[in-house]
């Protein structure tokens, strides 16, 4: 089984529909995050999250909400989905003590991705 | 803000051959790491290599290696003996070493081909 898990793996919504991409991970991680990647302008950050008490926006924020519901659970919603939402989403984790001599080298490591599709 | 910018939207690479795949970024600071993924068309992201910027050796990782200019901002993959399976997007990116919140910066992504 994946270390990081995201479902679902594809979905086709309309305009205006709630959606929620859920993600979970076995790795023990305390750090989780969601990045959206369009054609031509690589992967964005829309939130992260250091622990349930802490969540944090990115760069892209605007139009999600995040909820991390355990330190092993992080999903994103999208209240009212619209076509410009269309994109490959994918939850990463990190470790703040994954470490090369001593030192935290921030190595993300991803889910599959959850491609949405909104018409 | 830090950025990273990948020029070639696409590389193509006769299989065996050597391809070298560009990345710049843009930084004030002076610690940070910067990675290079792939991503295959599973979706899935791969890392291939990781580079610390006080490491003034470049990094390798089998066929895979770095060129890395800390005083150009330059930080190119090299992909030897190409294969089949190094067909896929490449993306490279920043994180900076300051504080602990490993966020990454990424740049556009290059997609290579491999010709049989």
């Known amino acids: 089984d994946a270390d990081v898990t995201q479902t679902p793996r594809n979905r086709i919504t309309k305009t205006g529909k709630r959606i929620m991409l859920e993600c979970s991970q076995t790795k023990g991680h305390d750090r989780m995050y969601w990045y959206r990647q369009d054609p031509g302008l690589g992967l964005r950050l829309i939130y992260y999250s250091f622990d349930v008490k802490d969540i944090n926006k990115g760069e892209i924020s605007d139009g999600y909400s995040v909820s991390r519901q355990a330190q092993a659970k992080f999903s994103l919603s999208l209240e009212s989905a619209i076509p410009n939402q269309t994109a490959l989403y994918f939850c990463?984790?990190?470790?703040?003590?994954?470490?090369?001599?001593?030192?935290?080298?921030?190595?993300?490591?991803f889910g599959e991705g959850s491609r949405l599709t909104v018409l | 803000a830090q950025t990273v910018t990948q020029s070639q939207p696409e590389m193509s690479v006769q299989e065996a051959e050597t391809v070298t795949l560009s990345c710049t970024y843009d930084?004030?600071?002076?610690?940070?790491?910067l990675f290079w993924y792939k991503q295959p068309p599973s979706r899935q992201m791969i890392l291939v290599i990781r580079q610390e910027a006080y490491k003034q050796q470049n990094a390798t990782e089998n066929r895979f290696s770095v060129n890395f200019q800390k005083a150009a901002k330059s930080f190119s993959l090299k992909i030897s003996d190409s294969q089949l399976g190094d067909a896929a997007m490449y993306f490279c990116a920043y994180r900076s070493a300051r504080g602990a919140t490993n966020k990454l910066i990424f740049g556009t992504g290059t997609l290579l081909a491999v010709q049989p």
């Open positions: 990463a984790t990190s470790d703040l003590f994954h470490s090369s001599g001593g030192r935290n080298t921030g190595e993300l490591f």
């Open positions: 930084t004030s600071e002076s610690d940070y790491y």
